[in-house]
């Protein structure tokens, strides 16, 4: 079974930067497009930016200008590059595959504080 590792979230305050990364273990790693996917307290889960086998990158609205997804398939890697962060930032992120995600992993916490 696909296992997903998180790491790299912390606290940090508005307008500060945090690089999130995620190894991937047990899947095809340069087959997937990777995405990138947040959870906030009493939220659903959204989609945040994704990576495509070939590099293609897809980000929402409110990540585009600020975050820079990229991956690493010598080290089955993702990461997430993510700049003036938010409040609206806070979350439980993961990574996952696309367009069907498999079993989810425990996520890194990004706390932005104001």
């Known amino acids: 079974q696909a296992q997903f590792v998180e790491s790299g979230g912390g606290f940090v305050q508005v307008g500060g930067s945090l690089r999130l990364s995620c190894a991937a273990s047990r899947i095809f790693f340069s087959a997937y497009t990777w995405g990138w996917f947040r959870q906030a307290p009493a939220q659903q889960r959204e989609f945040v930016a994704s990576i495509s086998p070939n590099n293609l990158t897809v980000y929402t609205d409110s990540a585009k200008g600020r975050f820079t997804v990229s991956r690493d398939n010598a080290r089955n890697m993702v990461y997430l590059q993510m700049n003036n962060l938010k409040p609206g930032d806070s979350a439980v992120y993961y990574c996952?595959?696309?367009?069907?995600?498999?079993?989810w992993g425990q996520g890194t916490l990004v706390t932005v504080s104001s």
């Open positions: 996952n595959v696309l367009p069907r995600p498999l079993s």
